[in-house]
């Protein structure tokens, strides 16, 4: 029995995955901020993918949650990396009508 508790337990530290530190993690030091904006011309959750996509597709942006039922979207940045104006060009690149200012909602 000992035998085979011996053999089975590499198999056992093998399987509880890699061993991580936090302080290596660059993503929590990472600055971010969420607004909101109004866009007009999303009817379906197409319209909501092709907003989803189009932005996240610019460096900097790190989340992206768009509701044709609202008419909003939610946009996570690194505002060091991103910028409101290269947000507001490519909501319109890809077909919508951004409309008003950008709402801080966090940091």
Same mark, same amino acid.
């Given at each position: ?30 600055? $971010? ?9 999303? =009817?379906? /959750?197409?319209?909501? &993918?092709?907003?989803? +996509? #189009? ?17 909003? $979207? ?9 910028? =409101?104006? /290269?947000?507001?060009? &490519?909501?319109?690149? +890809? #077909? ?12």
């Amino acid at each position: 029995m000992k035998n085979l508790f011996l053999l089975l337990l590499p198999f056992f530290f093998a399987c509880q995955g890699p061993k991580t530190s936090q302080s290596t993690d660059a993503k929590t030091d990472e600055i $971010v901020v969420t607004y909101n904006l109004s866009v007009e011309g999303m =009817t379906c /959750t197409g319209c909501e &993918k092709t907003i989803q +996509t #189009g932005l996240t597709s610019l460096e900097g942006v790190t989340n992206v949650e768009a509701s044709h039922e609202t008419g909003l $979207v939610a946009i996570t940045i690194n505002p060091e990396k991103a910028d =409101t104006a /290269t947000i507001r060009n &490519k909501v319109t690149k +890809t #077909g919508y009508t951004p409309v008003g200012e950008f709402k801080r909602l966090s940091n």
